[in-house]
């Protein structure tokens, strides 16, 4: 079946650096991978929509700047985010839909970052 | 735009009896609609999803789950869940006039208790 393998699974970092995550499709080719903000006890929140080769698009409220995302290859995207702060300590999550699918997503395992 | 309200928060249940999570959308249009499980500090996992043809939909692990268009609903179900089965449920929507975005509730907290 299809694989999204994300990486790191958990990262503690200190306020103010950065900190990059990755996202891969292992055994297929995705023109879209998306990113998603879980809060604890809750449900997952689409932060933006990457497609291979351009820009990414943000939901209503995610800052663009803060939440750099890259789509180089199509099976590779990676979410930093720059200049980390405690507020965005949170579980982070991917998931790619097969090129020419886009009904349906795998998701990858997820990242937990905390901030000091 | 498509929403999903999972109603119930948290579904206590006793090992081996059945369960019924309940999901409803809201979409002017047709769309598909998926299951998916999160255990402890994992990813999601798909348990099922329905894209069109028989309403009643069989997924993983013996989850099934019913699309019914008239009460825009697509409940999950277990006739007997097991320990393993405690875990956090979310049903999601997709497609329509938002393309391939999927749009999860606030996902269903289930306790399977021996």
């Known amino acids: 079946g299809a694989v999204v393998s994300q990486h790191p699974s958990r990262v503690i970092c200190k306020s103010g650096t950065s900190v990059k995550i990755e996202c891969r499709s292992l055994?297929?080719?995705?023109?879209?991978m998306f990113w998603y903000r879980q809060f604890p006890k809750q449900s997952l929140m689409l932060m933006a929509t990457s497609n291979e080769g351009s820009k990414a698009t943000y939901e209503q409220g995610v800052e663009k700047d803060k939440f750099l995302i890259n789509h180089a290859s199509l099976t590779l995207s990676t979410l930093t985010v720059t200049s980390a702060h405690p507020e965005d300590s949170s579980f982070y999550i991917c998931s790619a839909s097969p090129s020419g699918g886009a009904i349906i997503q795998y998701f990858g395992a997820g990242t937990r970052l905390s901030v000091l | 735009a498509q929403s999903v309200t999972q109603l119930d928060s948290q579904v206590p249940v006793f090992e081996e009896a059945p369960v019924e999570l309940r999901c409803n959308y809201s979409s002017s249009v047709s769309v598909y609609l998926f299951w998916y499980v999160q255990y402890p500090n994992q990813g999601l996992q798909l348990l099922l999803k329905?894209?069109?043809?028989?309403?009643l939909v069989k997924g993983i692990n013996g989850f099934e789950a019913e699309f019914n268009k008239s009460q825009t609903s697509f409940h999950l179900r277990k006739p007997s869940v097991h320990i393993s089965d405690t875990a956090e449920y979310f049903c999601a929507v997709s497609g329509g006039n938002t393309g391939n975005q999927f749009y999860f509730g606030t996902g269903t907290s289930l306790t399977v208790i021996p």
């Open positions: 329905y894209l069109s043809g028989s309403t």
């Open positions: 055994d297929f080719q995705a023109t879209t």
